[in-house]
Each structure stands twice: as structure tokens, then as C-alpha cells.
């Protein structure tokens, strides 16, 4: 399947909003790309240039079959390939959680591109919480697994994460909330960490 046959119905709901933050024409670099989906899209659909990221051999060769250009690397280890700017927008979409290095990865990251955008599930949503109070371990559509099976090994809130980009001096230029059911929230803060089931995050080095 070619890149042309992905439009924007075919993305995923959080994939179609971190695809409006990239501009038309921009060198995407894409950690953890999946099957390539976005990177098609944007191809496709906003005539930007790419390379996607991704460790699974399966999905490098479905990414492959759409024409999307894919590494085979270690995103913890290996980010060193890749130039200082060689990139306009940097993209790690419900990666960081599964990650071991997720500190040095978003400093790679800022060192790569002017723009990164990054979106991930928030452990801190009070259906895991409640799950937790009731001796049970989290599980949710944003994070599916059972504890014995989850690729999941670094499960952070919103307030703990947003901490994070601070100390590596990464503004946060906007930031999106979203339910369980994939609504839009507009709050801030600590209701935002209570009552979203995911982020995404625009994010630059100040």
C-alpha cells in the first residue's frame, strides 16, 4: 500500500491533531513510527520529507510496503546517526512510555529539530487511580495491556512529565488534552492531570 491511499480519516485520533502541528513541507523525523501512518500522511498530504524510526522488523517492512523511508534502531542508544538540526519537527507519539532513556531521548530529540511534538497516555487519569485504590493495576484504551504483557515501562502523569520538559528547557508551545473517549478537554493544571486519559505536547528548546 502507497503512501497516496492514507488521507487523514485513516489516522489514528491522536496521530490526525500531532499531523495539524507539522507544517507543510517540513523533514519530519518520526522515533517510533509504527507502521508509518503519519509519516505516509504527511507525505502524502502535506508534501513533507521524512524518516521514520522504528524497532519492530514488522512494522519497518509495513512501513516499508507504504513507501514511508524507515530506520531500523534503538531510539535509547543510537539517536547519535542523526545530525544537530537535521530536522525541522521531531515526533515521538506514544513511544515515551516504552522507552528506558526517556530523559536522554527528549534531549536528543531538541538537538535534532526546532520542533518536537510528543503525545502520550497519562497515568495519572483518575480511572487508573481508582484502579490502584482498588489493589488493581492500571489498565485503560490508552494503555490496554495486562501488567505481565505491557511493552509499558515508564508510566508518568501529566504534572510529572510537564516537570520533565522544564528541567530540559523545553517550552511547552501548546499543549492538548483528551478523555478516554478521545473528547477535547480545555482545562489546566491538576484537573487536566485528573481528567485526561492523554496529551499532546508542541514542544521547543528555550
Known amino acids: 500500500m502507497t503512501a497516496s491511499r492514507w488521507g487523514s480519516g485513516r489516522l489514528r485520533a491522536d496521530l490526525a491533531l500531532v499531523a495539524e502541528q507539522i ?5 519530519v523525523l518520526d522515533l517510533g513510527c509504527g507502521s508509518g501512518s503519519l509519516l505516509a500522511w504527511l507525505m502524502s498530504e502535506r508534501g513533507c520529507t521524512g524518516t521514520g524510526v522504528e524497532i519492530d522488523p514488522e512494522k519497518v517492512l509495513k512501513a516499508i510496503r507504504r513507501g514511508v523511508p524507515v530506520i531500523e534502531l534503538d531510539v535509547d542508544h543510537e ?4 545530525g544537530d538540526g537535521s530536522y525541522d519537527v521531531c515526533v515521538l507519539s506514544r513511544t515515551i512510555q516504552t522507552i528506558l532513556r526517556p530523559e536522554h531521548v527528549l534531549r536528543e530529540m531538541s538537538r535534532i529539530a526546532g520542533t518536537l511534538v510528543v503525545s502520550v497516555p497519562n497515568f495519572g487519569w ?8 482498588r489493589g488493581r493495576m492500571p489498565m485503560s484504551k490508552e494503555l490496554p495491556y495486562k501488567w505481565y504483557d505491557t ?4 508510566h508518568t502523569t501529566l504534572v510529572d512529565l510537564e516537570k520533565l520538559f522544564d528541567a530540559l528547557e523545553l517550552g511547552i508551545v501548546e499543549r492538548f488534552t483528551f478523555t478516554e473517549t478521545g473528547r477535547r478537554l480545555h482545562m489546566q493544571g491538576a484537573r487536566a492531570n485528573l481528567t485526561a486519559g492523554a496529551a499532546v505536547y508542541v514542544l521547543r528548546p528555550q
Do not use: Q, S, V
Not at 507544517?23 to 523533514?27: H, Y
Not at 539517536?79 to 542523526?82: R, V
Not at 511493552?151 to 515508564?154: D, F, G, K, L, S
Open 23 to 27: 507544517p507543510a513541507g517540513a523533514r
Open 151 to 154: 511493552p509499558n515501562i515508564r
Open 79 to 82: 539517536l547519535a546517526e542523526f
Open 126 to 133: 483518575w480511572g487508573h487511580r481508582l484502579r490502584l485504590l
